[in-house]
């Protein structure tokens, strides 16, 4: 990570706030546009793990076009990214499908039950809409339940003995998604058991969209790998292949700045209370869980500390960070990799505020795009 964020008066700036590197972003782009260019992949951003769109009129650059979830992650995509907009729901709402065929190129059901309810609509369009299913492979190396698709009895996707050997009247892509933050090596036998159950709807595809949870720009990702793969999907099958990472798109390109508030000793435990909410600002931590990176720890420090988050859920807290330090009241922490998959899942629980949301610009400075309140809190509610 960009060591220059510990370089800057982190006093300057209001906590917690979201920090954004964009020469980070900016790396990451050229990564994925190189796969793009040398694979011949589509590569569009997941608006489920990366939405912060002041950061767009950058990810346009590289990047052809975005993926939306939910009526509002498709408008966002077509009002302030352009271009393609692709849409797969786990159930549409009826109310919002009209609006949902306005913006988006491609739209991905969930069910075959869920197509034949839409069928007609679709075919009827004013504008022309690429349609696919999303098929379930039942192989996911994925081991969390929570993130998984493929346990027995999942709700997501049509499996091979329900689709059997013909692809329905109007449909002419398969979307899988199974992996999460994974290599290149679990995509390659997540493939295999895809092609056994599925390669002779493959045949009759036009298009495969591969998903997210490719981990394509973290370190050690084997991008030959993966180019290889796509290369051999569309030789043997003649297909256009697309993936649709989110994670992978702001993977390690910022922080969350985040102050000591309190220290409160019980026994032999000392916890740092932080203005900032693991359950809140930073929900993966708590869901997956994972311990989030914090630059100033030491593994090897003397000091120990439980940090604590700001609002009253017992469990909003990560234990067990060394320091070479004692910390203090009014001390700023920085925890690594909090651009992807928070702002998009951040909330108000205890009516805490939301974190602001800065971009440290090329030049160094920090420029503070947007600071939330209490009419934030207030209009979520009625």
Not at 2 to 24: A, C, H, Q, R, V
Not at 26 to 48: F, P, R, W, Y
Not at 186 to 204: D, I, M, N, W, Y
Not at 308 to 324: H, K, M, P, R, V
Request: with cysteine; net charge negative; glycine share 8%.
């Amino acid at each position: 990570m960009n060591k220059n964020i510990l370089d800057i008066d982190l006093n300057s700036i209001p906590t917690p706030i979201y920090i954004l590197i964009e020469d980070l972003l900016e790396n990451n782009l050229k990564t994925l546009d190189m796969v793009q260019k040398a694979s011949g992949a589509q590569i569009i951003c997941a608006l489920k793990g990366f939405a912060m769109f002041s950061t767009f009129p950058m990810v346009k650059k590289f990047l052809k076009g975005t993926t939306a979830s939910s009526l509002h992650e498709a408008l966002l995509g077509y009002h302030e990214f352009g271009n393609e907009v692709h849409a797969y729901s786990p159930a549409y709402i009826p109310k919002d499908f009209p609006k949902i065929m306005e913006v988006c190129n491609h739209i991905t059901f969930n069910s075959l039950s869920e197509w034949e309810r839409y069928q007609s609509i679709v075919q009827h369009a004013d504008r022309q809409i690429s349609c696919g299913l999303r098929i379930n492979p039942e192989y996911s190396e994925v081991e969390t339940d929570l993130y998984n698709p493929c346990i027995p009895g999942s709700r997501l996707g049509v499996t091979a003995a329900v689709l059997g050997d013909t692809l329905p009247q109007g449909i002419e892509g398969l979307h899988v998604h199974t992996l999460c933050e994974s290599n290149a090596e679990a995509l390659e036998r997540t493939l295999l058991a895809v092609e056994e159950k599925f390669g002779h709807l493959l045949h009759q595809a036009k298009w495969l969209n591969l998903g997210g949870g490719h981990a394509i720009t973290a370190k050690g990702y084997d991008l030959e790998l993966l180019i290889s793969l796509v290369q051999n999907l569309k030789e043997n099958y003649q297909l256009e292949i697309i993936l649709e990472p989110g994670s992978a798109v702001g993977w390690e390109t910022g922080y969350l700045v985040a102050t000591v508030l309190d220290l409160v000793k019980n026994g032999d435990t000392q916890t740092a209370m932080l203005d900032t909410s693991f359950a809140a600002h930073m929900p993966d931590c708590l869901e997956m869980p994972y311990k989030p990176l914090i630059l100033q720890a030491d593994e090897n420090g003397r000091f120990t500390y439980n940090m604590g988050g700001s609002t009253c859920l017992a469990g909003d807290q990560i234990l067990n960070y060394n320091f070479e330090q004692e910390l203090n009241v009014g001390d700023k922490l920085v925890f690594n990799d909090m651009i992807h998959y928070t702002m998009v899942k951040n909330n108000t629980f205890n009516g805490v505020n939301l974190p602001a949301i800065g971009i440290q610009r090329k030049s160094g400075e920090i420029e503070i795009i947007k600071e939330f309140g209490y009419d934030d809190y207030k209009t979520r509610l009625s």
